[in-house]
């Protein structure tokens, strides 16, 4: 090419928790039987789709109106039936979109590249993807941290939006994944008030807020917002097994107080308009399936089984004496830290095919430790799990799902990994 083509973070494009699958398919070219455990999809878990959700969508398809361009903002209907269940809310302030990463991708996309976003370390890498190649620079984080239930400190986040002045925003994941942690309420009212003294907006990354363990500790961020300009982010395929259904929107809370805000939200509309519109029947059948009288126990069943899988974690790590976990209160993932200081980082594996073993060798050399060890592990144990580091954390572990509908497997799965741990005891 007569130019350089290429934008300067391009290599901040990265999804690693699908491309560990390209080194998983090596696996699978000796005819090995992989457990997937690094991304949500039910569905190849073995989950069943629910029927009365198949009777919805079947019916909908009688309605001529789905196969229609929608409005640019998402459909009349459904954008008011979301607003009657939040008081603060009103249609207007709810913009559509096809999937998460188009919703991500604008709200970072149109600020100003000088300014940051401050994000959590760990943090999910679609944000932390968006950003960096919006703003051309680094990441600018605050730590979670798994001895203090993944909660952070206020004061680190308020020195780091202090001593930067290009940080215009805050960005919570909660709950958050990959720790699956469950902010106090007092550290997200923390939170808002640095926002509301530096003048500055608030992210909420809300996907997984109906699938939460405990309802009595969900904290209703309405209750607590103020004043604050925020944008919260819902995404329906979490809710549902069907991660092929990419229907996520935006809700937009307090756009008048800000003029400047409620430009940039303008911006992030105009550019939907350029669209037309995102994909009409999952914004269709999304009341339905929320007032479906068995979606509550449908959300409750799942949620049972999140929790027994969970506890089945807790009860055969329990006794390592150099990892952390931090049963999840949230979703369908748990998070397992290594304390470096007590584990053997250099431990030499070799794996019994010599193909194999090199290749595994080539690809895991001059990478961080839980790289390593969930490389080694696949080709050990055939489970699949997703680094820590993946998830631009300073911290090594990994990520596992609780979606293994088999729970004899699940246990099977848990305990291969357990012994694979020992080996890096020091």
Not at 103 to 131: C, D, F, Q, R
Not at 171 to 200: C, H, Q, S
Request: glycine share 2%; hydrophobic share 40%; aromatic share 18%.
């Amino acid at each position: 090419m007569r130019k350089n083509l290429l934008h300067y973070w391009y290599k901040e494009l990265s999804y690693e928790i699908r491309e560990i699958v390209e080194i998983a398919n090596k696996v699978e070219s000796y005819w090995i039987e992989l457990s997937l455990e690094n991304i949500w999809d039910p569905i190849a878990k073995w989950e069943k789709f629910p029927s009365w959700i198949k009777d919805i969508i079947n019916k909908s398809m009688d309605d001529d109106t789905i196969f229609w361009y929608c409005p640019s903002k998402g459909l009349d209907s459904t954008r008011e039936y979301l607003a009657s269940k939040n008081p603060v809310l009103k249609k207007d302030d709810i913009i559509f979109f096809n999937w998460l990463w188009e919703a991500i991708n604008k709200v970072y996309g149109y600020l100003a590249m000088t300014s940051k976003v401050l994000w959590p370390n760990p943090a999910y890498p679609t944000h932390s993807s968006a950003e960096a190649t919006n703003s051309w620079s680094e990441h600018l984080t605050y730590n979670l941290d798994p001895y203090n239930w993944w909660n952070p400190d206020l004061e680190e986040i308020e020195n780091k939006v202090k001593y930067n002045p290009n940080i215009t925003a805050i960005l919570v994941i909660n709950p958050d994944n990959p720790t699956w942690a469950t902010f106090k309420k007092e550290i997200l009212e923390g939170i808002i008030d640095i926002a509301r003294r530096y003048d500055m907006f608030v992210i909420f990354d809300e996907i997984y807020e109906k699938l939460i363990y405990d309802e009595h500790n969900k904290v209703i961020l309405s209750d607590i917002i103020w004043d604050v300009p925020w944008i919260s982010m819902k995404w329906m395929s979490k809710d549902i097994p069907w991660p092929g259904w990419r229907c996520g929107w935006i809700e937009v809370y307090n756009k008048d107080k800000d003029p400047v805000f409620s430009k940039y939200i303008d911006s992030i509309y105009a550019s939907k308009m350029l669209e037309v519109c995102s994909t009409t029947m999952p914004q269709y059948v999304l009341p339905l399936i929320y007032e479906h009288h068995e979606f509550k126990d449908y959300i409750r069943n799942r949620i049972k089984k999140y929790i027994d899988r969970a506890n089945i974690i807790e009860e055969i790590l329990w006794d390592i004496d150099f990892i952390k976990y931090v049963k999840p209160s949230w979703a369908f993932y748990a998070s397992i830290v290594f304390d470096n200081f007590k584990i053997n980082t250099q431990k030499n594996i070799t794996l019994k095919e010599k193909e194999l073993d090199k290749y595994i060798k080539n690809i895991s050399a001059w990478k961080r430790f839980d790289k390593f060890f969930c490389y080694h592990l696949l080709w050990k144990t055939w489970i699949c799990v997703v680094p820590l580091s993946w998830f631009n954390s300073t911290y090594d572990g990994f990520r596992i799902t609780l979606l293994e509908e088999n729970r004899e497997k699940f246990i099977k799965n848990i305990k291969e990994i357990r012994n694979f741990i020992l080996e890096f005891r020091k």
